[in-house]
């Protein structure tokens, strides 16, 4: 045993002192803090919109401009949301419900309340909402962020006629679509990014005329809209429900329908709590907290397949190099080839279980220097994470996933001279290894289906399944069952690997063949 801890400590060592550890330790939560801040950084890289319309109907002038504005009045209650969350007074939550709209309210109808937007996308209304949201804000806190229109609309350039063919007037835009030339704003010249052109042949247009049609087989001129930017589809989207409501709008009136009925009970909704029969009595709801605790098991299983991956190709590329390098025969001369390999599985262990930590503890601190800072789902996330039992399953199932994979990695090192040599051996590896990452997004829909509990039940994909699994509670049985499971292969695989390691490890040449490895097993 003293050996082996001698080897072990070795092995810690000297992996400490790579620069690829130290990158693993600090890389995960570098990204993690970009991916926090991504999403708002990312907003803000997104530049202003700038479109055309060209609407010969003259019926969705007005309604594109509503659902403008409406849009700006979404921006700036986000916006509210956001500063006031970073900056309520402490110990004195701001009560959104104080506020015109709730921000669950808001979440659930934004876009559905147009009374609220129209008035927040005002000037008059915007500072009346910041006003009553300032009263519960700390005193020194900065003036909120003004958020900027998305999406701008311009004129048309001077040489195209609005009154001609839509097909000319699209082929009179498209050198300003393909930035080829640019347009005059305020005296700035800026890219046209979309044009929508509306024909004139719409106009009236019932829903008799499109029956028929279709009935006939022949197509109606159609809205247009012109863009080189496919992937962007808020623009598009803002256009088709601006159009959309007022084609039905139209078709209620033609209809004789009363709209303002038809609008209420079209705003009105049946609730559905949804309710969770394993919690207790009286607190069945479900929150937030409860679906980020069904889906967190996703980010740690991926976190787990990365840990053990990264860790077990540092464990053969350790005994490659060492093989290659002659350093293993002077390792033998001092100790039994079991003792070096049990001292180099315990020694990468730690810097495994070291890289862990480090995340773990890192991921922590990250998510609690931003509670007060960001948006309450980081709290939930953390709420999840110090209430549930997902950390201490990562920690066990990280150790035998490792143990089990560091067998295989162990083996081909011992066999291998070189990383080329181990590279025909980590193909079928790697494809074996996938399966974990693309079934992780499945098995959370039907943790406890046949599919989860068939590959639960596979020591390769055991510790992944399971910690995917966790947040459904599985049964008991598969829950012992697996850990037995995962104990008594972990404990098979070693054993085989120690017989490999031991007669492969001072083996040069060429890698031995199938055949001959299995000999190697059969030997005692």
Known sequence: MKYIWLVAVREFAENAKTKGFWLGLILLPIMLLIGIRVQAMLKKAIPVRHFIVVDQS?????????????????QRL????????????EGKPVDLDRIPASIEQLKKQLGANPQLLDACSTDAGWELLKQSTRKQIASDAPPIEEPTARFVRVPLPDEVTPDDDPDAIAKAL????????????????????????????????TLEDVALAAKKGTELPTVQYWSINLADTDLPGLMQRAIDEEYQRRAYVDKGVNIAAVKKIQDASLPLA???????????????ADLIRQWAPIGFVYLLWVAIFTVSQMLLNNTIEEKSNRIIEVLLSSVTARELMWGKLFGIA?????MVAAWIVSFFAILVSHKSQETQMINQVLEVLQTSNL?????VYFLFGFLFYAGIFLSIGSICNTL??????MGPIMMVMMVPLVTMFFIPKDPNGTLATVLSWIPLYTPFVMMNR???DPPLFDQVGTIVLMIVSTAVMLWLSAKIFRTGILRSGQPPRLVEVFRWLKSS
């Open 174 to 205: 498209k050198p300003y679509l393909l930035q080829q030339k640019q347009l005059t704003v305020d005296g700035e010249p800026v890219d046209l990014f979309a044009a929508v052109i509306i024909p004139k042949d719409v106009r009236g247009r």
């Open 350 to 354: 730690a810097v495994g279980l070291t």
């Open 78 to 89: 986000e916006a509210l949301t956001s500063w006031s969350s970073k900056h309520a007074v």
């Open 58 to 74: 003259d019926d969705y002038g007005k309604p594109i401009a509503r659902a403008l504005r409406r849009d700006l009045g979404k």
């Open 420 to 425: 080329k040599e181990a590279q025909n051996f």
């Open 470 to 472: 966790t947040a459904a």
């Open 391 to 395: 950390i201490p399953y990562f920690v």
């Open 274 to 288: 949804k309710k969770n029969p394993k919690k207790r009595e009286g607190r069945e709801d479900v929150s937030m």
